[in-house]
């Protein structure tokens, strides 16, 4: 599924529970259940850290937004824009922009781009797996 289709709440201007029923009960009949594993460390250990410590609760969720990305997706990394990732996680684009600097100084992500004004390509990073 692409960026597009599984954040599309955003641009369809769609907000309310009677948008959200059709999603769901569209979703329940007609698509199976997805699921994504996530090490245990990550809730365990780096939760606690970003959002007790770091005080960073964004970049928690941007993490997580990026595992699913990449790792649930069967991907090594992901190309997308602060705005296609804002719309995803719910945070503003600044927020986004604070939450990767965060994961990129605490070297959970990896950043990569031709150009300063290419679309970054992410790489996610597990640390205390070596």
Not at 47 to 70: C, E, K, N, P, Q
């Amino acid at each position: 599924m692409s960026s597009p289709e599984r954040c599309d709440k955003a641009r369809s201007r769609c907000y309310g529970n009677h948008c959200y029923n059709e999603r769901m009960i569209k979703r329940a009949t007609s698509d199976p259940v997805e699921t994504v594993t996530v090490d245990p460390y990550v809730f365990d250990t780096l939760m606690r850290d970003l959002i007790g410590h770091d005080r960073a609760t964004s970049a928690f969720g941007v993490y997580l937004h990026f595992w699913r990305r990449t790792f649930g997706d069967g991907e090594q990394s992901v190309q997308t824009s602060l705005r296609d990732i804002a719309e995803c996680t719910g945070f503003s684009k600044r927020g986004v922009q604070e939450a990767i600097s965060v994961l990129s100084r605490r070297q959970l992500i990896g950043i990569a781009r031709q150009s300063i004004t290419d679309i970054p390509v992410y790489t996610v990073k597990r640390p205390w797996r070596r």
